[in-house]
């Protein structure tokens, strides 16, 4: 629905600007190329296999016994139930890589036992909503999949440009590499403080 939207607004505004003359319809003609590009592209095949992957998890409820798992297993620890929280919605936002959807799905999940446990509810919301913003930047993450194509094509060119005529490419994994340190320092800083507990 969202990819109908924005090519329906896009189209529409590029009606208009033919019709106010600030726009060349010949120009759309370029749009056939573009999406067999994207079809032919074979690192975006990577985005549908996470989504896949991502609603598998939640579907199933893999993510969910994972996290009945991890409270379990972390449960002696103080703010257990808060770790457990972040590590699993670590995982589910970085498969997923949709920040609501993992909020949503967190949130179902988590907040009803966090509230249990006695958590304060500001500190139990936000932990959840620091969680799902990790899936932008932890390895698998879909964002990097297209920041890694669009960087690699504007690397090559840039290098052509300054006569570099054997240019290097920036992978997607080397984009992975790099995102991976910072993303579990921001998992560190997302999960609650230990006397977090019992706050209320």
Known sequence: MVALTLAGVSLAFAGFGVLIGSFDANDLLFLPGRLYGIIDNATLIAVPLFVLMGVTLEKTRIAESLLDSMSILLGRLAGGLGIAVTVVGM??????????????????????????????????????????????????????????????????????????????????????????????????????????????
Do not use: W
């Open 91 to 200: 995982l589910l936002a970085a498969s997923t890589g949709i920040v609501g959807a993992t909020v949503v799905t967190m949130g179902l999940m988590s907040l009803p036992a966090m509230l249990k446990h006695g958590y304060d509810p500001r500190l139990a919301t936000g932990t959840i909503c620091a969680t799902g913003t990790l899936g932008q930047i932890i390895p698998p993450s879909i964002a990097l999949v297209l920041l890694g194509d669009v960087m690699s094509n504007a690397y090559q060119q840039a290098q052509l440009a300054q006569g570099v005529f054997a240019p290097k490419t920036v992978s997607v994994g080397d984009l992975f590499a790099g995102a991976l340190v910072p993303g579990l320092v921001l998992v560190r800083r997302a999960h609650p403080p230990s006397t977090a507990r019992r706050s209320r």
